[in-house]
């Protein structure tokens, strides 16, 4: 993908476009299932603690506010059909619903992350809730501190993935405002799609495994 | 073999096909970034020998010749990292896989030549925190990172060493997502998954490891690095945590990680002795099953690091069956390449010689592993000089003897060049005896209850020690050697010519050195893989 | 011709999908099913999940290889976290012998549980 504009979309290690496209798509499919391990270790922390302290991590769950976890997963959700209709519109040579629906999908991604930020951990804080800065020990019970050193974690490194999503689109929407993409080259563009979603499913599994332990009755 | 000099001037090759720095560090072909590669991993071994020097020299008296027992910490430590992380794992797959596996598939290139350059970038930066590591005062949790030592009770740099091994876990991820693309997707026409040389499935395997275990270990580095900076104590038993997890998250990966580092070598020592022995491979398609399996039962097995951890005796005895079961498909490839020597025309050339050292050695390290993998001779047996020697035969008398058997088989595919081959048997040898009467005797002062890690021993193990160190005078020399004659070769060895060794592959169809592009035209195969004795397959 | 276009339509279902099966699973959060809440959850993850991968990733229109790497990657954590887990749940089933209960040695707290806590 060297190549100016002008030239042919094919890089010269591939045969045609075809084999071009499913190599990217593997490629990508890799990098997640490396990914499903990367989150794979946390979630195995987790399993095991929830597992041995139920109590400590059902309080600890209870001080999460469910509501806006489940504004921030349909916010979530709303990325991924603006980033599937991105990838449709690359695919159909739409330049302007291109352009349109990465412009959505960063401005979802910015608003997760902001709110997770300013309503979530912003107030985890102020209640004494963070671990290694000033997790309050009299208040809370020593469970529920592991409880919190995972819950920051795996939103962490889970918001820490959505900032990176939003500055690789943000270098494709640069180059779809220039055109650069078309039915015959639209590889990035999927590409980006398939790690957008992924990050969305981590959420999807983060939402109940965090917010909903022991229930709300 | 050997034609006049005259045949590598004129002629455009990946070596001369650009001249300058910037297009060696800016370069995309995968062919200069194995040397790149080369370069570094000569570099990481240097700086870890010194360290295993060092140590092999304070170990010649029992109460220490030359080091505080904390320095001596951080001297195992940091031969183990860099051995490990920065030469062990990148070494055949980084540079005989990059140069190779487009070469043997008949592709132009990898799928991602520029992630492939990241990779090296990668790789490189992961380097220079472990050696800020190094020289701002070292490390001494030992490779392993143990919790709650490396999270709570040393002041040593953790976090660049971790860090550094973090980022470094992200070029091998890379090198093998690179691979697993190519191969399924790039193979020449008629190059079906069964007719690909046997180095290839071995690669294939290895890059399966690398993408499922090295993101494990990374976040596992990250919860330490988090535990040590902000006493977010996931590991930490003073708010619940268990030390082991860490263990088992660690292993999780480190288990597969040294079937990362044998399995490349077994693909060497498959392509030798067919070479050699001018042989097909006895028994194909179970070397190449067997790879696969490799790769996948080293998952299972973790646990055998921590039969004594307080890990459940249940836990053990499933993970020591396990153990059990990723000994055969090892067993089943010495099997064959055995059965390939038997009536086979055997020359003895130096790749020969370090695939044959190879077959001994591996055998006797496979074997002291299930002394350790049964539950009951482990107790005695965990955390002794026996386990230094069993992994330092397998990957000194397996891996390296396979990474310097390839380096000799393809330096004049790389180079163009040939090297002197006297030389070459010499060093050979030199370095299987040096090697030998290094780590036999730590079978034997492990058995007898020598532990490791420890800056000083009882004295009755002193001789068991000191032929260990002079053992490993000897092998300093035997290492030395070819570093020596193959600089040489480089500007003053005989031209190679296509196909010296008058081996079958497709990268011998191909100018010595070959051009970018690799080949005029993609080639169109036909014929099985090592068919020896057979007719020439003419090049697209 | 490369990937396949998938309708407009299709996309507008499967997120109308995933937002019932979002208010289904927080409802379902204050309806007390016991142990169930947390299977209940995980299923309902497990169905959005699959509706995001088939539909919004393609998966559905894609070479069979991408859904063999999905799978293995789901199949390699349950590796990692039922063997890790196998160790700490047989912890406690080791009996003390007999002959100990009259020592000074007392079995560890209550089965599991690492601080004697609630």
């Known amino acids: ?217 | 073999m050997a034609t006049g000099a005259s045949d590598l001037e004129g002629r455009v090759h990946y070596l001369n096909a650009d001249y300058g720095i910037k297009s060696w560090l800016l370069t995309t072909d995968h062919k200069r970034i194995a040397i790149l590669y080369m370069a570094s991993i000569t570099f990481f071994f240097l700086v870890g020998g010194i360290a295993a020097v060092l140590i092999r020299i304070h170990l010649i008296e029992p109460n220490g010749a030359i080091f505080e027992p904390g320095t001596y910490d951080k001297l195992f430590s940091m031969h183990g990292i860099i051995m490990v992380f920065f030469f062990m794992i990148p070494s055949i797959p980084a540079v005989l896989g990059n140069f190779l596996v487009p070469m043997m598939i008949g592709a132009r290139d990898l799928a991602f030549p520029k992630l492939n350059l990241l990779s090296w970038y990668v790789f490189m930066v992961g380097g220079a925190l472990c050696m800020y590591a190094v020289i701002w005062g070292g490390v001494d949790t030992g490779w392993t990172f143990y919790t709650p030592l490396s999270t709570t009770y040393v002041n040593t740099n953790v976090l660049s060493a971790a860090f550094g091994v973090f980022i470094a876990g992200f070029s091998s991820i890379l090198t093998g997502l690179n691979f697993v693309v190519t191969i399924h997707k790039m193979r020449a026409p008629g190059m079906t998954w069964f007719r690909m040389p046997l180095f290839l499935w071995a690669m294939y395997a290895t890059s399966l490891i690398q993408i499922l275990g090295t993101p494990v270990v990374a976040i596992t580095l990250v919860l330490v690095a988090v535990e040590r900076l902000f006493h977010v104590g996931i590991f930490d038993p003073a708010v619940g945590g268990d030390p082991v997890l860490f263990q088992h998250l660690f292993w999780f990966y480190s288990h597969p990680a040294v079937y990362i580092m044998i399995l490349p070598s077994m693909g060497v020592v498959s392509e030798l002795i067919a070479c050699f022995a001018r042989k097909r491979i006895f028994g194909y398609s179970f070397v190449a099953f067997s790879s696969v399996a490799i790769a996948v039962v080293s998952f299972l097995v973790w646990g055998h690091h921590m039969f004594v951890s307080g890990q459940s005796i249940y836990a053990g005895i499933i993970f020591s069956a396990l153990s059990f079961l990723v000994a055969i498909p090892s067993a089943i490839k010495v099997f064959n390449w055995t059965a390939t020597l038997y009536k086979g025309s055997i020359s003895y050339q130096a790749p020969m010689l370090y695939a044959l050292g190879f077959i001994g050695l591996f055998t006797m390290g496979g074997l002291t592993g299930l002394f350790l993998a049964t539950l009951a001779t482990d107790t005695h047996l965990h955390d002794t000089y026996f386990v230094v020697g069993h992994f330092h035969y397998i990957m000194v008398g397996g891996a390296v003897m396979g990474y310097l058997g390839a380096i000799h088989f393809w330096w004049p595919k790389i180079t163009g060049r040939l090297y002197p081959d006297g030389w070459a048997r010499l060093a050979a040898a030199i370095i299987f005896i040096g090697f030998n009467l290094t780590f036999f005797p730590q079978y034997m002062v492990g058995y007898l209850g020598m532990p490791r890690r420890y800056a000083i021993y009882p004295p009755e193990f002193q001789v068991l020690n000191v032929m260990s160190s002079a053992g490993a005078s000897i092998l300093a020399v035997g290492y030395a050697i070819p570093l020596v004659y193959l600089i040489w070769s480089m500007r003053y060895g005989p031209a190679a010519g296509p196909n010296p060794w008058g081996a079958k592959g497709l990268e011998w169809e191909t100018p010595s050195p070959p051009p970018t592009e690799n080949f005029e035209h993609t080639p169109v195969v036909t014929e099985e893989a090592y068919a020896y004795g057979a007719k020439e397959v003419s090049v697209g | 011709m490369q990937g396949h276009v998938v309708p407009k339509g299709i996309y507008f279902v499967i997120f109308g999908s995933l937002m019932a099966l979002t208010a289904l699973t927080t409802a379902m959060a204050y309806v007390n099913l016991g142990q169930w809440n947390t299977i209940v959850a995980l299923i309902i993850a497990c169905c959005k999940a699959t509706l995001v991968a088939l539909f919004f990733m393609h998966l559905r229109w894609s070479p069979r290889l991408m859904r063999v790497v999905l799978l293995s990657a789901i199949l390699w954590l349950a590796i990692l976290i039922s063997l890790t887990t196998t160790d700490f749940f047989s912890r406690d089933w080791t009996p003390i012998p007999e002959s100990w209960e009259s020592s000074l040695l007392r079995p560890p707290t209550p089965p599991g549980n690492l601080l004697n806590q609630r």
């Open chain 1, 1 to 217: 993908m060297a190549d100016s504009h002008a030239e042919s979309a094919l890089a010269h290690q591939f045969e045609d476009l075809e084999q071009q496209h499913e190599a990217a798509s593997l490629g990508m499919w890799i990098f997640l299932a490396t990914e499903v391990m990367f989150f794979g270790g946390l979630f195995a922390g987790y399993t095991l603690y929830r597992n041995l302290y139920e109590v400590g991590f059902a309080a600890g769950s209870h001080h999460l506010n469910v509501t806006i976890g489940a504004i921030n997963t349909a916010v979530l959700i709303c990325s991924s059909l603006t980033m599937a209709l991105a990838v449709r519109a690359a695919q159909t040579g739409k330049r302007n619903a291109l352009v349109a629906f990465l412009i959505l999908t960063i401005a979802l991604g910015l608003a997760f992350v902001l709110i997770k930020l300013t309503l979530e951990w912003r107030v985890d804080y102020l209640e004494g809730l963070a671990p290694g800065l000033n997790f309050d020990t009299v208040k809370y019970s020593k469970s529920m501190e592991l409880f919190f050193c995972f819950y920051f974690m795996m939103t962490g490194v889970h918001a820490l993935h959505m900032v990176v999503g939003v500055g690789v689109l943000g270098v494709l929407l640069v180059q779809a405002w220039k055109g650069h993409y078309g039915p015959d080259r639209y590889n990035a563009v999927e590409t980006a799609g398939l790690y957008w979603h992924f990050v969305d499913i981590v959420w999807i599994f983060l939402f109940p495994l965090l917010y909903l332990i022991g229930g709300r009755y």
